[in-house]
């Protein structure tokens, strides 16, 4: 439990925010997705077009829902909200403080 507190008390900038979408995709998501578009369609091209389309989409989507959750629907459930990159409070700044 005090494990779960403690990341409820991270904060995310924007640049973190969109990093954090862009490994997601270009890591797990654009290749499973390739992957199951390729086993079940059985066309290269199809697959990487079909791919391609929705990677597009999901970067844009996944970053605009981790700035809608981080700003507003995270209040809800007790999470910080997304910070600006060197504002007071962000984790550049904990990182820099002495343990």
């Known amino acids: 439990m005090k494990y779960i507190r403690f990341l409820?008390?991270?904060?995310m900038t924007k640049k973190e925010a969109l990093i954090k979408s862009l490994i997601?995709?270009?890591?797990?998501?654009?290749?499973v997705s390739f992957l199951l578009n390729?086993?079940?369609l059985k066309e290269i091209n199809t697959?990487?077009?079909?791919?391609?389309?929705?990677?597009?989409?999901?970067i844009v989507l996944y970053y605009l829902f981790d700035l809608l959750w981080f700003n507003f629907l995270?209040?809800?459930?007790?999470?910080?909200?997304?910070i600006e990159e060197n504002?007071?409070?962000?984790?550049?700044?904990?990182?820099?403080q002495p343990t």
């Open 87 to 96: 504002s007071a409070g962000s984790r550049d700044d904990l990182k820099n």
């Open 24 to 31: 997601w995709r270009f890591g797990i998501s654009i290749p």
């Open 47 to 58: 697959s990487v077009v079909l791919t391609t389309v929705g990677a597009l989409a999901g």
């Open 74 to 82: 995270g209040d809800a459930f007790g999470f910080d909200r997304v």
């Open 8 to 11: 409820m008390k991270k904060k």
């Open 38 to 40: 390729l086993l079940f």
